[in-house]
Each structure stands twice: as C-alpha cells, then as structure tokens.
C-alpha cells in the first residue's frame, strides 16, 4: 500500500508546464588563422541543471550533436568539427550506457579554407539537451556564417530565415500544469461521486450490513474488526487504482493524449456507453464469468491480510454488473482528458468513495440502523444512472460528427436529444414512467421528488437553446453555435458566421462572435505581417470541451471580444478535423514519424513541433513578425489575465511599427 500510495505522488509530481525551453544559447564566429584559413566556431553557452551531448556517443543512446555543411563552391573544409573542452564521461540509466555530454560551456570548431571573401559557411546544426527530470526533442538550427571577416552573433540571428525545426521527441509532450490540474481534479471529482453512487446500487447497498457483520463477528476483538475493515478498505482502493494504473500502462501516456481529440476513440466512446446505458435501464447485465469470480471468492476463505484481499476482490467481482458500466464511463471520461493520471486518479476517488461506507460502519455498527432498507428505489438509482449515461453518450458522438463535417448534430437538435432524455428521467423519478424490475410508486419520498424538480430545471435551462440562447454554464458540452439551425434573429448557421472573407477552409469552421478569423496557419500569419498586427494563434479541436468554455466564457467579454474583434488576426488551427489533405500535402512527421494525411494531423504536428505541446486549448501571442510576444497560455478562465496576455501582443506590435 505504501508502494502504490508512493507511486501516484511520483506519478503527480511528473505534471509539469509544457512550456518552450530554450536552455542553449548559440554564438558564432569566425576569425582569421592563416593564409585562406578561418576557423568557425559554434559556441553554446548551457544554462545551470542541463547538459548537451557530444558528437561522439555510440548507437542506441541519445541523439549526439552534429553538423551537417552544404556544399561550398568556393571554399572547402579542413578535418572534421572538433569540441573543446573534452566531454564529461558518465553512466546513464535511462539509457543504459556510458554518454559523452557537456555542461556550462562547449565550443565546437571547424577549418575552413576559402579564397573567396564573400564565401559562407551554411548548413545544419543538430543538437540535444537533458536536465535531472526532462529530455528536450533534439532541435535542428540552420546556419548562414560569412566565413571571411569576423562575425560575432546570436545562434538565431546567425541562422537561414527557416524557423528552429523541431526532428524528433525524446519525451510525449504533457499537458500544461493548469489544464493538467485542472481536468485531474474534475476526474478525481467524477470518480468520487461515481463511487458514492455505486454505493447505492443493488449489487453493493444490500452487501454492506452483511459485511460489516462479519467483520465484528470474525473479529475477538472490537479493534481487530476495525483493524481488518481498515484492510478491507485500503484493498478496495488498491484494486481500483491498480486497474487504472493497467490501463496507463497498456496504453500508455501518448495513446491517451491521442484519444482526448481523435474521432476513432470518441466514436467507439459512444458506442461503450450505449452499451453501458441500456444494461443500467434492465436491456441486459454485463458479468464476468463465473469460473473467475468463484476462484477468487476461494481466496477470499484464506485468514489474515491476504484473506481480507481477496474478499475485496470478490466484491469487486460480483458488483460488475452494476460498477462496470460506472467504471467504464468513468474510465472513458478519463480517458478522453488526455491526461495519463487520469485512470489512476479516477479509480482513486472511486474505490475512496466506495470503502469508505464499510470502514465506517464497522468502525460504527450502531450507524446502520439509519440506512434506509433496501428495496425497489435501488433499481430507481440504477436505471436514473443509465439515463445520464444515454446523454453522455451523444457528447461524444457530436466529437465525431464535427470532426469529419457529417452535419448529422446541430446544436438544436442535439439539445433536443437532451430535453427528451431529462424529461424522461423527470418522468421517471415522478414515478410516470416504469421499465423491466421497477416497482410501483405508491408514494414519493423527498429525496425523489427534489431530485425530479432539479432535472425539470435543467429542462427549462435548456429550452431557449433551441432558440439560440448561448448557455454558458454548459456550453463546452454542447456543439458550436455556429451549428444552430434555427435561431430568433434567423434561420441557419449563417447568423452566427462572419460574413464571407475568402479565408482557407472558411467554409468548414466558424469562430465564435462574428471573429474574422484565419484557419490556416501560413495564411493567418502572411495577413498579420501584411497589416501589422499580432496573431493569437489558438490551437482548438472540435472535441475540446474547456475551448468551448473559453470562447464561451472569456473571448465574449467585451474587452477581450474588442481586441480579437480589432487588434488581433486570429487563427484558429482545429486538432482532430479530419478533413483529408491533397496529395501534395501530405507528409511525414519529423516528430513522430507518422504520415500526416488530415488537416488536424497537420495542426497538431505544428503544435507539437513548435511548442513541444499537444494540450487544448493552447493560446500563443506572435508578433506581426511571427515570433512569440509572450508566454503561451492554457485553459483559464481569469478575464483580466486574459486580457492583459492579449495586451502584450498589441504592445509588442507597436514597438515593431515605431523600430
């Protein structure tokens, strides 16, 4: 237990901001040495806690640095490039060999031989830097060096026009620490409330008083059956959370990022938890086959710890059939945050909320006699389940039907979908409506009759939606407004789109407001240079539930509406679009090696390349220029830091046009 318990903080501790580091910084000169001789040196000044290495490492370790020269039609090189001072020796762990690397300061040296004045050394530079806890993709840097005549400057400065090209990743790049944060705790929260609502189900709720029996009765004494409820709990959560730590494992941190945004997996979300939904509403029960539950219940009769383990396990067994579909919806949910902790930390709150019930009674047997006892409303806690399933459902289908433009969802009719399934679930609570095992309501307790006010509500929240209402308080759930077929001011999308501009791939996405905006990268910043103004670069997807609640939250704010309206090109680069590329597009990735064939592959490689990130949403500055105003933000949802980010564009913007 202490071991588990140690690897979810190490696991935690790994959540780091996913910001550009930039900890070599490059200077190069040139300098006489001879008659037609120069010597080019490439000096790296390495920040404190970093290390870059060598050009001589063996295969198999890490990426070493070297130099690639084009050819030079009046010059020629003498030897090969040497490095000074000597490389520091050691043994690395994670590679499981002996690496050459450098700290501080190392300058690399080569002999050029030119009678040419005007000749330039250019080329390839290739490098990779490592600190105590991170790796940085291997960065490439092309250089343009006047080899006659002394020149002395930055590393970027020196370099062709080519932006710094990002090759390959040493690392799966992670989310930024306040979206990580913040989809964690919604996760651990969702598992928590899953865990109390398990606990109410018909295979668990009427287990409770039989279990605690049998612990105050197995146990002499009253503190040993406290003791082995103490053990009973720790080994729920221990099951629970090892089941979410398998899943990481299986598929590992990379596979969950590419789920939060790819259609694949939301489709095949939408169909796990129909499945999920109509087994809650009596269709039919998922079990696990006999033979296993019956050999683990075995173990259960063994005594001490290891007894107490797998009777944990035999309730984990034999509740399938109500917590699957509850653990599986929780495990998409988790899932689809993209966030590598969020199985592990899901199942956390989950088993915490379900073992603690037991130890509580048998730490105070008294307590059970105000459970209410069991009976028909536990199927009622079971079928209401279902149907919020069913609505969870089409939020993913909707992910799907946006990424690949089918038009099956528009905002209307999916909130319709939604006001039918609430007004079920009303209906059913007020005892209306009856499905399979259900038995009749004679009478209606409190509980049941406020629960069925507060879905009614909800109802009538959602009805002016279908009029174009722009329910802020859910509208990361819901499709794009620009979906909206039928509104009060106008019928169609067309009443939410700017006005037509011409702008590539207009015609498949809308930004929110009226914005103008550009969805193609290269575009969207040739219009920024040519007017002068900032780009924010906005990396959104379709499936991005906290974008949604940025546009809805913080970009309608008449201040922050103002400067994207006014001061801003924005360009808006959608993750996981499917639109397929030309022929002539397509290309593999110098990041991960896959063959880009879709316009959301495309964004986020760019995303990737340029900002070692995949998290959504992501919001960069640019000068008019293209190069970064201010540090890039994630999902937050402070107006006036906002604001002030957005400020720093436009300051940045003005000292270009006064230089």
Known sequence: MRKLILMLFCLLSMQAFAKIDTPVHWKFKSASTGKDQYAVTFTATIDKGWHMYSQFLKSGGPVPTSFKFDNLPSASLLGKVTEKPAALKGYDQSFGMTIEYHENEVTFTQIVRSTDEKAHLTGTLTYMVCSGQKCLPP????????????????????????KQKVTAPAQAPVQSMADADHSLLGIFIAGFLGGLAAFFLPCIYPMVPLTV???????????????????YGLSIITIYVGLGLLITGIFGASALNEAASSASFNLLFFAILLVFAFSFMGAFEITLPSFFVNKIDQKSESGGWIGLFFMAFTLALVSFSCTGPLIGTLLVEAVSKGTYLGPALGMFGFSLALSLPFTAFAIFPSWLKALPKSGGWLNSVKVSLGLLELALAFKYLTNVDLAYHWGLLSRDLFLGIWIIIFGTLAFYLLGK????????????????????MATMVFIVYLIPGLFGAPLKAISGWLPPQSTQQFTLTGNGPAADAPPSTGHKYAGLFHAPDNIDAFYDYEEGLAYAKKVNKPVLLDFTGWSCTNCRKMEASVWSDPQVLKRLKNDYVLISLYVDDRTGLSESEKYTSKVSSKYIKTLGQKWSDLQEAQFNTNAQPFYVVLEPNGKPAAEPRAFDLDIDAYTSFLDKGIMAAKKSVSL
């Open 433 to 452: 409506i009856r499905l399979n095992h259900d038995t009749e309501v004679t009478s209606l307790p409190l509980p049941r009759l406020v629960l069925a």
């Open 139 to 162: 960065s490439d840097i092309n250089f343009d060096i006047p080899v006659s005549g002394a020149l002395i400057a930055d590393g970027n400065q020196a370099t062709r026009p080519e």
């Open 213 to 231: 029996s049998f612990f105050t009765k197995r146990s002499g004494t009253r503190g040993q059956g406290i003791r082995a409820a103490v053990i």
